[in-house]
Structure formats: C-alpha cells, structure tokens
C-alpha cells in the first residue's frame, strides 16, 4: 500500500471536481467492490429515490432505468456535469448541493435513500443521517456504503492519479469507528436491518487490477436500515 502519509491531500469538493473527467474509467478497488454489493441490498428500490452524493450516475442512471424516480444531489460540479453529459432521463433530478448544510428536499418525500461512499467525508454523521430520515416516508429504508474503518486505521481515504501524474493525490477525510456510524444510525432512530462487511475477494480483484494487492483485507461497511414507521 502506499505510504498515504505522505500523499498530497486536498479538500472534498475541489478532489473530486479533479477527479470527475476521468472518474468512470478509473481502475478503482473500493468501487469494483461496492457496485454489486449496494445494488443488492438496493434491490427493487421502486418509487422514489434519494442519492446522496450521486457523482457521475454509477447507482443513479440504473435505478432511473428500472423505473425509480431519482433524485440525485452531489456538490462536485464536476461530477455532475459528467453526469449531465450522459443526457439522464426526466425521471432523473439533479440538485447542486453541500449536504453538510441540511437536504433541499421535502419532508417525507422520498422511499429510498442511498449514500454510498460519502459518510468517510462527514464529520457529522448524525445531523446528516437525521435529515435521511426527516426527507423519508415513515417505514422507508436508508442504504449505506462506505470504505471500512479499517482502512482509515491505516491513514486510506478516497484516492486518484490525475492522468500523467506518478504520484496519486488523497481526498480529505474523517476517520470514523464502526461505533460511530452505528451510534449516529440509532440516534437517528434508524433500525439496522443488516450490517455487511466486506473483503476484497479474487472475483473482485479479477476485474480491477488495483484490487489484487487488497486480497483479504476488509474494504467496505455497508447497512441497511428502516425508518421508524
């Protein structure tokens, strides 16, 4: 692994703005990993859906595809104008958005909410995880995904080489515990109805060449959680 102590850090919006052109076609581990994973535990996800921190579309497009009503809100103008450029359907809603700052989306208004490799950006888990719940319909579910705190033990955050650069570049992060993000679930009156946590695997590592030298090693927390009905 690389010595993450001496990577260049940047602040979270301006990484992932950087990172945007060429966020699709990069080799990343975490997300070979996280794809499948929060697709499943997804699932049907019919009716109407919140993605927070929506990116380019990875999760976004394919459930607007299969019939969901999706909003999706990201504060990377970057990755949103890669999202824009792949033309999304009307059933796809796009809001510019610091998430940090509250949700610009009605109480009540949403089935679904889905937060997949944001939280490690968060310092507030529970303000964020109260408004998940607040912009739910009573009984609706919360996915969430994110890199295992294993890998903040070792000083790991999201990551990128701009195209041309030897040396890679570390988005800003916070190193929460498992117990942080379970006692922001509960305060926020979130039921776990599952808790995965996930190794790279060969399967993975087979369709990302970066992946191979994570083998075993614990990459991703995700939940599934209930609102209160």
Same mark, same amino acid.
């Given at each position: 692994?690389?010595?993450?102590?001496?990577?260049?850090?940047?602040?979270?919006?301006?990484? %992932?703005?950087?990172?945007?052109?060429? %966020?699709?076609?990069? &080799?990343?581990?975490?997300?070979?990993?996280?794809?499948?994973?929060?697709?499943?535990?997804?699932?049907?996800?019919?009716?109407?859906?919140? &993605?927070?921190? #929506?990116?380019? /579309?990875?999760?976004?497009?394919?459930?607007?595809?299969?019939?969901?009503?999706?909003?999706?809100?990201?504060?990377?103008?970057?990755?949103?104008?890669?999202?824009?450029?792949?033309?999304?359907?009307?059933?796809?809603?796009?809001?510019?958005?610091?998430?940090?700052?509250?949700?610009?989306?009605?109480?009540?208004?949403?089935?679904?909410?889905? #937060?997949?490799?944001?939280? *490690?950006?968060?310092?507030?888990?529970?303000?964020?995880?109260?408004?998940?719940?607040?912009?739910?319909?009573?009984?609706?579910?919360?996915?969430?995904?994110?890199? $295992?705190?294993? =890998?903040?033990?070792?000083?790991?955050?999201?990551?990128?080489?701009?195209?041309? &650069?030897?040396?890679?570049?570390?988005?800003?992060?916070?190193?929460?515990?498992?117990?942080?993000?379970?006692?922001?679930?509960?305060?926020?009156?979130?039921?776990?109805?599952? =808790?995965? *946590? $996930?190794? =790279? &695997?060969?399967?993975?590592?087979?369709?990302?060449?970066?992946?191979?030298?994570?083998? /075993?090693?614990?990459?991703?927390? #995700?939940?599934?959680?209930?609102?209160?009905?």
């Amino acid at each position: 692994m690389e010595p993450s102590q001496r990577l260049p850090r940047v602040p979270v919006r301006d990484g %992932y703005d950087r990172w945007a052109p060429h %966020y699709d076609d990069y &080799d990343n581990a975490v997300i070979a990993l996280e794809q499948p994973v929060v697709t499943r535990l997804i699932g049907d996800a019919p009716g109407r859906v919140a &993605d927070i921190g #929506c990116g380019t /579309g990875r999760h976004a497009l394919p459930l607007a595809a299969r019939g969901a009503r999706v909003t999706g809100v990201d504060f990377s103008t970057g990755m949103l104008a890669a999202l824009r450029r792949k033309r999304p359907p009307a059933t796809l809603t796009l809001i510019e958005h610091d998430l940090r700052t509250g949700l610009p989306l009605a109480t009540g208004a949403f089935d679904t909410v889905l #937060c997949s490799l944001v939280l *490690e950006h968060i310092t507030a888990l529970g303000d964020v995880l109260g408004e998940f719940v607040r912009v739910l319909r009573p009984g609706g579910r919360v996915v969430l995904a994110d890199l $295992h705190p294993e =890998m903040f033990r070792r000083g790991l955050h999201a990551r990128f080489r701009v195209e041309g &650069d030897e040396e890679k570049i570390q988005i800003e992060g916070v190193d929460h515990t498992i117990s942080d993000y379970v006692m922001a679930i509960v305060g926020a009156g979130l039921v776990i109805e599952a =808790m995965e *946590e $996930h190794r =790279m &695997d060969e399967v993975t590592a087979a369709r990302s060449p970066s992946a191979r030298k994570y083998i /075993g090693e614990p990459m991703l927390l #995700c939940f599934a959680l209930r609102a209160p009905a």
